[in-house]
C-alpha cells in the first residue's frame, strides 16, 4: 500500500474562519445564522470533489474545561474567548452533516484535535500510509515524515519536510522544542526570556533536540550568536520552564480515544439523517445531489 495516502483534517479553523469572514446571510430552519457552516461545507466540497480522497478523517476541538495539557498548565489557553452558543452550533451542524454522510469525524474529551491527530498519523503510518495533513496550525508540522504534507489547502501553501527544512533550516520533527523554546502565544505558551523563533532554531541546528541542548548549556557562550551567555544564563534559569513548554507543544500520539481503526471502517450514507440535516440548513435540491453523488462516489473508491 505504498502509495496509499490518508487525509487528516484540523477542522475547527475552517469552521473558525467561516463563521469571521464568510458574508452568507443564510440561516437555518429556526432563523439562526449559519455561516459558518455553510463555509466549512463549501471547503470540504472543494476538498474532497478536487482531491477524491479514499481515506478522510475530520478531528475536531471540545470545549474543554478540563484537559490533558490544562491539568499540566492550568493558564494554557487562558486568554482564549469561551466557546458562544453561536459559534458551537455550528460545530454541531458541521459534524451531524459529515456523520450523515458516513464520512468519519471525531473529537476527545481530553485531548485536542492535534493529539487525535497525531495518534491517527502514528497509527496510519505503521500500516504503510502516507499523510496529508489539512490545517493552517504549524504545530502539526512535526508530525510530518518523508512522504507527507503539512498543506494549508485553502491557501495552497504546503510543506514538505524538504521544504520545511530549506525555508526554516530545521526538522519538522524540532518544532515542539522549537516552541518550547520561543513560546507560542496563541496557546499562551511562555518562552524563554530572550529567545525568539529564529535563536530556538539556531540552538537547535547545534544541539538537535532539548535534551541535547540542557546537556551541553555550557558551551552556549561560545556559539556564535548574539547575546550568547544572556541566553546560556536564560535557560540554565528556566529549566523548568521549557520542561513544561516542551509537554504542552508536543503532540501526543497515543491517545486511547482515538479510533484509528473507524477511519478504515466501510462507511454509508444515512438518507434519513442526511434530509433532515440539509431540511434544517436549507440546502437546495440540487446542492443536495451534488453531495450525494460525490460522497457515494468516495464511498465506492475507498470499499474497492
Not at 479514499?54 to 499540566?72: C, G, M, Q, T
Not at 511562555?190 to 558551551?219: C, H, N, W, Y
Not at 434530509?275 to 440548513?281: F, Y
Request: some cysteine; charged content about 25%; proline content about 2%.
Amino acid at each position: 500500500m505504498k502509495n496509499n495516502i490518508a487525509w487528516l483534517v484540523d477542522s475547527n479553523i475552517y469552521v473558525y474562519e467561516a463563521w469571521q469572514y464568510c458574508k452568507s446571510q443564510q440561516v437555518d430552519d429556526k432563523g439562526r445564522e449559519i455561516k459558518g457552516v455553510i463555509g466549512f461545507l463549501y471547503f470540504a466540497y472543494q476538498l474532497l470533489s478536487k482531491e477524491r480522497p479514499a481515506v478522510i478523517a475530520f478531528a475536531f476541538d471540545e470545549k474543554l474545561k478540563n484537559s490533558h495539557r490544562k491539568a499540566l498548565c492550568p493558564d494554557y489557553k487562558m486568554h482564549r474567548k469561551p466557546l458562544s452558543p453561536e459559534l458551537a452550533l455550528q460545530f454541531k451542524y458541521c459534524r451531524a452533516f459529515l456523520d450523515s454522510l458516513g464520512l468519519y469525524q471525531s473529537s476527545s474529551h481530553y485531548y485536542e484535535a492535534d493529539d487525535l491527530i497525531g495518534t491517527w498519523v502514528n497509527d496510519l503510518r505503521q500500516q504503510d500510509y502516507t499523510l496529508n495533513i489539512i490545517t493552517a496550525d504549524k504545530d502539526l508540522l512535526q508530525l510530518i515524515k518523508e512522504g507527507d504534507y503539512w498543506w494549508s489547502y485553502q491557501k495552497n501553501y504546503k510543506h514538505s519536510v524538504k521544504s520545511f527544512h530549506k525555508r526554516f533550516r530545521i526538522y519538522p520533527h524540532q518544532v515542539a522544542d522549537q516552541l518550547a523554546l520561543a513560546g507560542d502565544k496563541s496557546d499562551n505558551i511562555p518562552g524563554v526570556p530572550g529567545i525568539g523563533m529564529s535563536t530556538a532554531a539556531k540552538l537547535l541546528r547545534k544541539f538537535g533536540t532539548i535534551e541535547e541542548l540542557f546537556k551541553q548549556q555550557d558551551t552556549i557562550h561560545k556559539m556564535q550568536i548574539r547575546h550568547a551567555k544572556q541566553i546560556q544564563d536564560a535557560i540554565a534559569k528556566h529549566h523548568e520552564r521549557i520542561c513544561l513548554a516542551q509537554q504542552l507543544s508536543l503532540i501526543k500520539c497515543n491517545i486511547s480515544e482515538a479510533n484509528t481503526a473507524a477511519i478504515l471502517r466501510q462507511r454509508s450514507i444515512d438518507q434519513q439523517e442526511f434530509n433532515k440535516i440539509c431540511q434544517q440548513l436549507g440546502l437546495t435540491i440540487e446542492q443536495q445531489k451534488q453531495w450525494l453523488v460525490l460522497v457515494d462516489k468516495l464511498h465506492t473508491r475507498s470499499n474497492k
